[in-house]
């Protein structure tokens, strides 16, 4: 039997990704913004959890994607983003993530996250466990369809 690999829970990923946003000095010196792609900075690793600023220009978005079972939330810390999260039937739900609400990503979904032509955009994402893999999707007659999944420990992987 194989163990799960120790991750800090619901409340706790939330709670760092807050109280990271509150606090600049943790995080300001690192924001670029690049128009070719996102740009990201690792805050922090260890065992337990992956702690990442990205920015967001407009237009600038992810694939959709999982994150290979760990757990993740997301807080803005300047600007908007949107997150289409999509179950495995391809049906979609809309997220608007706003500086006010951190977010919560299970470790089974499946989501792509963007900037919709707002404001250029700072976000804090946790991972926990650490990221170790993604798997990316597209839609298919069926639903969500797999098509490409690639070790990382980064948060920008592509397909």
Do not use: C
């Not at 690999?5 to 943790?26: F, G, K, M, N």
């Amino acid at each position: 039997m194989t163990l799960a690999p120790p991750a800090l829970s619901q409340a706790e990923l939330l709670d760092l990704v807050r109280t990271t946003v509150a606090d600049p000095d943790l995080w300001r010196a690192h924001v670029r913004f690049t128009p070719g792609e996102r740009y990201y900075h690792l805050l922090r690793s260890d065992e337990l959890v992956d702690l990442w600023l990205l920015t967001w220009l407009p237009g600038q978005a992810t694939d959709l994607h999982d994150h290979g079972g760990s757990a993740a939330a997301i807080a803005v810390a300047e600007g908007e983003l949107h997150e289409e999260h999509a179950d495995h039937s391809g049906r979609h739900e809309h997220h608007d993530l706003t500086r006010l609400s951190p977010h919560w990503v299970a470790p089974d979904a499946v989501h792509d996250v963007y900037n919709a032509g707002g404001p250029p955009t700072i976000s804090i994402h946790a991972y926990s466990p650490p990221l170790q893999s993604m798997t990316f999707y597209r839609h298919s007659k069926d639903g969500l369809s797999p098509f490409k999944t690639v070790a990382t420990r980064e948060p920008e992987a592509s397909p």
